[in-house]
């Protein structure tokens, strides 16, 4: 029985994964110094890795080499930009149909959190720009703070941090990886967010969704 549901965030209740191709775009070319028609081949080959081994290879794709010191300070930036694009293009709104869920979740009882791939300083700007904290307790919510090494434990912590086995949880999640994560956690109960209808949905997920509109309440029993 589903009692507590945890939402990714990124790809999940905020489509921005345009706004981080584009930010990687303008490192790689404006700072890094490739060229443009090198960008999609490049990134191609380490598009879904963190933002350090993406620097890294940006550079050795150049002939060029950066410190752990300098990369973490350009994974900063880079993370800045974005914040700065997602506010200057007026993109901080979440999926169709997030908010009437968290409200029909929160009517009725059922745990709620976000476990995200994402760094404090963003999580605290997803709270900020988004409204958040109308239905989530940001104390509870996991994040990359340098200890996780992938989403498994940080999908345990997350119903931990909310009173509940990930048994009994429902996850909402878009990416491959994020899907087996939760797997690998135990959870049995995923959704996968796959808005242009292109993602090959993995086993293990009970429904594939655009956005929260066509999510089905009946599967929450």
């Not at 908010?99 to 979740?105: G, S, T």
């Not at 996968?192 to 293990?204: H, I, Q, R």
Request: hydrophobic share 35%.
């Amino acid at each position: 029985m589903i009692k507590a549901v945890i939402f990714d965030f990124n790809g999940t209740l905020y489509f921005d994964s345009d706004i981080h191709t584009a930010v990687w775009r303008d490192m790689y070319i404006n700072d890094v110094g490739g060229k443009p028609e090198d960008f999609d081949r490049v990134f191609a080959e380490v598009f879904g890795s963190n933002n350090l081994p993406i620097i890294k290879h940006f550079y050795k794709s150049v002939g060029k080499t950066i410190s752990d010191e300098d990369a973490e300070v350009m994974s900063k930036e880079k993370e800045r930009r974005y914040r700065v694009y997602s506010v200057e293009h007026d993109r901080c709104h979440l999926v169709k149909g997030a908010k009437e869920l968290f409200n029909r979740l929160k009517e009725r009882g059922y745990g709620m959190n976000i476990s995200s791939a994402s760094i404090i300083e963003n999580i605290n700007f997803f709270f900020l720009e988004f409204g958040l904290d109308r239905w989530f307790d940001k104390s509870n919510v996991t994040y990359d703070n340098g200890v996780y090494v992938d989403k498994t434990q940080m999908y345990k912590d997350a119903a931990k941090n909310i009173g509940f086995s990930i048994e009994d949880c429902l996850i909402f999640e878009d990416s491959v990886y994020g899907i087996e994560c939760a797997k690998k956690a135990g959870c049995k109960n995923i959704i996968m967010m796959n808005p242009d209808g292109k993602k090959e949905s993995p086993e293990g997920i009970i429904q594939s969704i655009g956005d929260f509109t066509e999510f089905d309440d009946k599967l929450l029993g």
